[in-house]
């Protein structure tokens, strides 16, 4: 079936941001393209093996979507037929407890199992190669394996820094990036009254996404809608906020009022739901404010521009219960968005 992909071009939207770590004054543009139309990819009704994916990779003639539920992978080609299955539960090898990361390589598939404390590579056929236990001190789902095999997950706070850097050879660590905020408060404290000070939690300020590609790692600020980019020593090239897009200026204000409506638990401060890494730059999912589409935020490798891509015929759903995820398909042209509550994967074209 013929898919139709529609563009609408907005005018370029200037806004203020730092162009290097030195300087702050230099003017990004912002511009926005809206796809007018989606179409639906798989579903639980074609594909009986879908009951609540949790996330999407893609790579140059297929994708990966891990199926929670389940806990297996799905592989997909471009013509929505199923490949195969890959993995299965257990704590055995060639088993995992809980995904909460993993990559498409050249030649293989790596899984980072959170609870299992470890990270098992398969080959593209989908056959189980190897593992080795991840110890990183802090175990956080946040933890981003680099190009050279690396590790980079946040350090909240620790040494005043954003994020560390391990290498699995030496087993040294480089602290990078400056903290949002010190380490998390002391269990009891009031975060209730933080909050209506004006003020977020130091644990709401310490969560970031993390991603990298051969240019350099990316660090995406939940809380403060800051996007950075440092080299693979640690050292920042550039940092870029999001704030001044439209779609964001509303999302403190309804985090506000959420909290004084909530009696049963503390809602978390979030202008991005997730980032995707490809070999050109970074792609970040915005949590947009009410009667905002959709909308992904670009940032190429050198950091020149953001681009706003909106989406209006993406659902959201019931954000953030149900878990949005998407892959950008450069190769293809298009990219794929998740939910898990509806198990429907849907697929537009990427105007980039």
Request: aromatic letters at 10%; one cysteine or more; charged letters at 20%.
């Amino acid at each position: 079936m013929r898919r139709t992909f529609c563009l609408r071009l907005l005018p370029l939207l200037i806004v203020s941001a730092c162009s290097n770590p030195g300087s702050s004054d230099t003017e990004i543009p912002i511009s926005t393209v809206i796809v007018d139309e989606i179409n639906v990819f798989i579903t639980p009704e074609t594909h009986p093996d879908i009951v609540w994916p949790a996330k999407i990779r893609t790579s140059d003639d297929h994708l990966l979507l891990y199926e929670g539920r389940r806990n297996e992978f799905l592989k997909f080609n471009y013509e929505a037929e199923e490949l195969m299955v890959i993995g299965r539960e257990g704590r055995g090898p060639g088993e995992f407890l809980s995904v909460t990361k993993f990559w498409i390589r050249k030649d293989h598939y790596l899984l980072y199992d959170f609870n299992g404390a470890k990270l098992l590579t398969y080959d593209l056929e989908g056959q189980f190669l190897e593992e080795h236990t991840v110890d990183i001190g802090e175990l956080t789902g946040s933890m981003h394996v680099l190009p050279s095999g690396g590790y980079v997950y946040p350090s909240k706070g620790e040494n005043q820094a954003l994020f560390k850097i391990k290498n699995p050879g030496t087993e040294t660590i480089t602290y990078a990036g400056t903290a949002v905020a010190g380490r998390d408060e002391p269990l009891g404290i009031d975060y209730l009254s933080i909050i209506r000070s004006g003020d977020i939690p130091n644990y709401m300020l310490n969560n970031i996404f993390l991603g990298s590609n051969e240019s350099g790692i990316f660090a995406v600020q939940h809380a403060t809608a800051l996007v950075q980019k440092f080299n693979m020593d640690g050292e920042l090239i550039w940092e870029r906020s999001l704030k001044e897009v439209d779609a964001l200026r509303g999302v403190y204000n309804e985090f506000r009022q959420e909290v004084e409506s909530q009696d049963r638990y503390l809602p978390t401060l979030v202008y991005s739901y997730g980032n995707h890494v490809t070999d050109e730059g970074v792609a970040i999912l915005l949590n947009t404010a009410a009667g905002f589409p959709v909308s992904i935020a670009w940032i190429p490798n050198n950091g020149d521009h953001i681009q706003i891509v909106e989406f209006p015929k993406v659902e959201k759903y019931d954000l953030p219960n149900n878990i949005l995820g998407f892959s950008i398909a450069h190769d293809q042209n298009s990219i794929f968005f998740l939910s898990s509550s509806s198990g429907i994967v849907s697929r537009a074209r990427w105007p980039i």
